[in-house]
């Protein structure tokens, strides 16, 4: 499995994969990545530093994801991120949490002493569906509430059972209220949630111009960040 890129063709950066404890909600019924997830400590620590040893700094900014929140990266290997923050004079971090994470939030940015661009997999602005379809454990109402705390939602099209208007919403939201946002094209995987292709071309063709967007990235597959498998 691929676990560090460069990405070169918006907001350049360097990402890194890392392993992390079990997903603290692990519930979502889309989902199935935390099988990456592990309870082996000293396991993780490891890999993670030889990950992280690929980071040069070329771009001052660096992407750390785990299938799950940056609060579930063991104590050590946090430790290591802002070592290599202060090393490689890395001036932007982007970091993934859930929504239950919130008031945490600043906690880290405090601890890692540079900005951190906060990742939010909202899914959708749709209470109903994120909540009662993705089972997504994330309560909020409205999406100034999460831009309280959250910097770039992801959202995902392209289910069974979502509507073009809850896309077309979404897409709305991510634009007015937040300054970056990520769209994920569902893809199927392990879990019983199945992609619906008519949406998918649809979303394709409506929002091809979203690839212009240097503020939007649009992922077709869960690998278009040059990572995972
Ligand atoms: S919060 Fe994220 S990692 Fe955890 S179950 Fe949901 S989608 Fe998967």
Redesign the pocket.
């Known amino acids: 499995m691929e676990r560090y890129n460069r990405i070169t063709n918006k907001n350049c950066r360097e990402i890194v994969l890392l392993k992390a404890f079990p997903?603290?909600?692990?519930?979502?019924t889309?989902?199935d990545?935390?099988e990456d997830n592990s309870k082996d400590e000293r396991a993780m620590i490891a890999l993670n530093s030889e990950i992280l040893s690929h980071v040069t700094g070329e771009f001052g900014v660096l992407e750390v994801i785990n299938?799950?929140?940056c609060f579930e990266l063991p104590k050590q290997t946090l430790a290591e991120i802002r070592t290599i923050i202060r090393e490689k004079q890395i001036q932007l971090l982007y970091f993934e949490s859930?929504w239950m994470y919130r008031k945490k939030l600043q906690e880290m940015k405090d601890y890692m002493g540079i900005p951190i661009l906060f990742k939010i997999?909202v899914e959708s602005f749709d209470y109903n569906f994120r909540e009662n379809i993705l089972n997504?454990?994330a309560d909020f109402h409205t999406p100034q509430e999460v831009a309280e705390y959250f910097d770039s939602p992801c959202i995902m099209v392209g289910i069974k059972g979502q509507t073009k208007e809850m896309i077309a919403q979404d897409i709305q939201y991510m634009k007015q209220y937040f300054k970056r946002g990520t769209v994920n094209v569902y893809t199927n995987n392990t879990t019983s949630i199945r992609r619906d292709d008519k949406l998918v071309q649809w979303f394709m063709r409506t929002y091809a111009y979203l690839e212009k967007d240097p503020m939007v990235e649009v992922l077709y597959e869960n690998t278009d960040f040059g990572v995972g498998d």
């Not at 997903?23 to 979502?28: D, I, Q, R, T």
Request: glycine share 18%; proline share 0%; with cysteine.
């Open positions: 997903c603290a909600w692990g519930k979502c889309f989902c990545y935390t299938s799950g929140s859930h997999g997504k454990h």
